[in-house]
């Protein structure tokens, strides 16, 4: 029973979960109204997650944990299919579609999969989709491609293949399914949350967006794998909710705007946009590190992209020594123009693991080391094995292939291929993601080195630490727009994530 | 790379030699068994080696045998039919393959279509086209100033055919092993974003790729028609086969992981070896193509098994 006398969906408690030395989730609890809308917040690696995973019966907790589903007892571990069984549905957030086929398709794909002999009544499994997207006031047409619809319109369509059968009183968990939505087309999953919770079952979605956990009931909060506190919507503002994930209080704002430094800019960025970005402008002076930030999908990873010219441009002018238009931009103009990007993903766009690491540290400035049409080997891998040695990657073998060498030693050959090219803006994704402590130490003293020669460098990054370590200003973002900067005494890890979750609430 | 990786495809060619050698020193280990086995198998040699450009370069290329084909017949046409002196018929033969090459480039580049599919179906296209302008007909009787510099003059007794396929071999080697294209070509068949992003053109770098495949393919034309004496309108349809098989088996030996010129050009030859062998020792014709079959799924799959040597896949090549 609840507090209040209402037979609780769902309660779980002394939830922990040991990963090696970490401990993810800490004799943690959560417990679900029927009928209610719940949200679950909380940071990158509060143990969100970890909870769902338990819940789906894809992690065992530690002993002692206890659930109770409908008010009565289920003991860990749970078997497979057995929250199923239990009236739990999950949506994550890639959505498990398959967009090349059609909604129905997509929405009967359990019993494709599962491979039963009798042969489909397509004409009925049409009728019976129509009136579940009535049921749910999903307008959608069973015969179009999913690829084709809209992300919320696909969100929908996962929404509804997890509802559609699932008893009355069960609970709708979903685990970022509306992250990367643009905020407009929410309303419809809202209208679809509410109905779903309205016909008795309740839903659980996990955000690390406070803008969109304004539409649920109680809010759970979730910090180091412990649950700080359960709230109801109306009485939590959004400055206690960031008070709450942070787990520090919000300090006024200092005056940062004389720590500025005034000098000309070296580059000038004029009414930038692409996918999610609009409209941006701003100038670097030489030598600033300039950090880009916010929630994902607010369009601040967009830029570095957009101006070395590796993804499409609607508009915008960048001035180096010349203007150059972004839209008319490719990576090859780009890095004869002077700009260089250190591209977050380094497997994919960093380089070749199945090549050696001189290869794929040398092939921006071949033509450097070319007589006539020649290569000149020996001298190519001498200058590989002294930029190896510069940014200390262990091992300097340049002849190794670059999937050998650990994380940390892969991104600092990726920093040493973009290096050498001398830019005069460097461009970088994540500059420090999946690298070891040494390495990140190593790759922010090399920035900052490059910094003080003069060249202007751009970072979007969601380390907030390390924004506040190394940026001279951070640009907040939210919805593809600036709408906060942070320098001085202002920049620090706390005031970055403050601003990210409220500007956005 | 361990030299008995580098070596060990170059090294089981001589044990085939030795092999036949010892079963069949009468015919086997005759000077005139060498010329022909070097002489007319230059020509899937030089079909082998343009293919190894779109490979490198993460495409595939099947419509290779039909524009060999399209060449051969092009320049028997002109030849015997039309009169023209043989430079330029061999000149429009090797345009017309140019061409071809152009339209997979612009569909598979710029139209953005998948080049296995595409170049299947301008494979298709280029064999009716074959088909057409012979009249469904062979022709013979191509005039000596092509049969003589391609077949019967002789450089230490092996007909200069072989030369031409030697001397393109060394040409693909520097190309690919040497220059900072072969480099750019390499980088956009195993890592096609990260090339981009590095700065190379590899819209421009598998354009050109399918196009010098073609050239490449037209010239292996003009051969067979000097070495056959004429064309026939299926002159290149048993060769698609084995070009593969040696391209692969190629990748396994010399440089092993990467499609390389040296390695090709040894596989060519081991594969002509065995199934000339075979032929000798009195074993059907339809060994041929048990041959070819088998090394081309033998290479794949040691290039998947054997520790340290870099997957030759298709994913790994095309989507990067």
Request: charged share 20%.
């Amino acid at each position: 029973m609840g507090a209040d006398g209402q037979p609780l969906a769902l309660e779980a408690s002394h939830i922990s979960k040991r990963f090696g030395g970490t401990l993810a989730l800490d004799d943690t609890f959560i417990s679900l109204r029927r009928g209610e809308v719940h949200a679950l917040v909380g940071e990158n690696g509060s143990g969100k997650s970890t909870l769902i995973k338990v819940l789906a019966g894809f992690h065992d907790p530690e002993p002692g944990a206890a659930l109770n589903v409908a008010g009565r007892p289920v003991p860990f571990p749970l078997r497979a299919g057995q929250p199923r069984a239990l009236g739990l549905r999950f949506v994550h957030q890639d959505l498990a579609l398959i967009p090349s086929l059609s909604v129905l398709e997509n929405l009967r794909i359990e019993e494709l999969a599962a491979g039963r002999l009798a042969p489909i009544v397509w004409r009925a499994e049409r009728r019976r989709a129509s009136e579940a997207f009535e049921r749910f006031g999903a307008d959608l047409d069973p015969r179009a491609t999913v690829g084709d619809l809209r992300p919320a319109d696909q969100a929908l369509l996962a929404i509804v293949r997890a509802a559609e059968r699932m008893p009355r009183g069960g609970t709708l968990v979903l685990d970022e399914a509306t992250a990367f939505l643009p905020a407009a087309e929410r309303d419809v999953l809202v209208a679809l949350i509410r109905r779903i919770a309205a016909e008795g079952s309740s839903v659980l979605f996990v955000s690390h967006d406070l803008g969109e956990v304004k539409l649920a009931d109680r809010i759970t909060v979730l910090r180091d794998g412990r649950n700080v506190g359960t709230v109801t919507a109306e009485k939590a503002g959004p400055e206690a909710l960031v008070e709450m994930l942070l787990g520090h209080s919000i300090h006024p704002a200092a005056d940062d705007r004389d720590s500025r430094k005034r000098r000309s800019p070296a580059v000038v960025i004029w009414g930038l946009s692409g996918e999610t970005v609009r409209d941006l402008s701003l100038e670097l002076p030489p030598g600033e590190i300039l950090g880009l930030t916010g929630l994902p999908a607010s369009g601040f990873a967009e830029v570095p992209y957009l101006l070395y010219g590796a993804r499409p441009c609607r508009s915008g002018r960048l001035e180096l020594d010349e203007a150059l238009d972004v839209t008319e931009l490719s990576p090859s103009r780009a890095l004869g123009a002077g700009i260089a990007l250190v591209p977050a993903d380094r497997t994919r766009d960093g380089a070749v693991g199945s090549l050696p690491v001189a290869e794929n540290v040398m092939l921006p400035v071949l033509d450097r080391y070319t007589v006539g049409t020649r290569l000149e080997g020996g001298r190519l891998r001498r200058a590989a094995a002294g930029l190896l040695a510069e940014q200390d990657v262990r091992p300097p073998e340049p002849q190794l292939t670059f999937d050998a060498l650990s994380g940390g030693n892969q991104q600092k050959a990726v920093l040493a291929k973009w290096l050498q090219t001398a830019p005069r803006l460097l461009l970088l994704h994540e500059p420090t993601r999946g690298v070891d402590v040494g390495a990140r130490e190593r790759i922010v003293s090399s920035l900052r080195d490059i910094a003080a020669r003069g060249v202007s460098v751009l970072s979007a990054s969601t380390d907030y630490e390390q924004l506040a370590e190394l940026c001279d200003r951070v640009l907040i973002f939210s919805a593809g727009r600036v709408v906060d900067e942070l320098a001085g005494p202002n920049l620090t890890e706390a005031r970055i994530g403050e601003r990210c979750h409220l500007l956005n609430a | 790379m361990p030299l008995a990786q580098r070596l060990a495809l170059p090294a089981v060619w001589l044990l085939v030699i030795a092999l036949f050698g010892v079963l069949e020193p009468d015919t086997f280990l005759t000077s005139a068994n060498f010329q022909t086995i070097f002489g007319s198998q230059a020509v899937l040699a030089v079909l082998t080696l343009g293919l190894l450009l779109p490979l490198t370069a993460g495409d595939y290329d099947l419509s290779v045998a039909s524009v060999l084909s399209l060449s051969a017949m092009v320049t028997a046409l002109l030849d015997v039919n039309e009169g023209w002196p043989v430079g330029l018929a061999v000149l429009a033969a090797i345009g017309a393959a140019t061409l071809v090459g152009v339209a997979n480039g612009a569909l598979v580049v710029w139209l953005e279509l998948d080049s296995f599919i595409t170049t299947l179906g301008t494979a298709a296209f280029v064999s009716g086209v074959v088909l057409w302008i012979s009249g469904s007909e062979t022709v013979g009787g191509v005039s000596d100033s092509l049969v003589n510099p391609v077949i019967t003059w002789e450089i230490l007794g092996i007909p200069l055919a072989f030369w031409y396929g030697l001397v393109l071999c060394a040409a693909l080697w520097y190309v690919l092993d040497l220059t900072p294209l072969g480099r750019r070509l390499l980088f956009t068949g195993r890592g096609r974003s990260v090339a981009r992003l590095s700065g190379v053109r590899v819209g421009r770098a598998r354009f050109g790729a399918l196009v010098g495949a073609a050239a490449i393919a037209g010239f292996a034309g003009v051969l067979y028609a000097g070495t056959n004496g004429g064309a026939d309108p299926s002159s290149g349809g048993d060769l698609l086969l084995p070009a593969f098989a040696a391209a692969f088996l190629g990748a396994t030996g010399i440089a092993p992981g990467r499609f390389n010129a040296w390695g090709a050009l040894v596989a060519v030859y081991f594969l002509v070896t065995g199934v000339t062998g075979l032929q000798l020792l009195g074993v059907e014709s339809f060994v041929q193509q048990l041959f070819y079959g088998g090394a081309l799924v033998a290479a794949v799959a040691v290039s998947r098994l054997a520790r340290g040597l870099p997957r030759i896949t298709r994913g790994e090549m095309s989507r990067g």
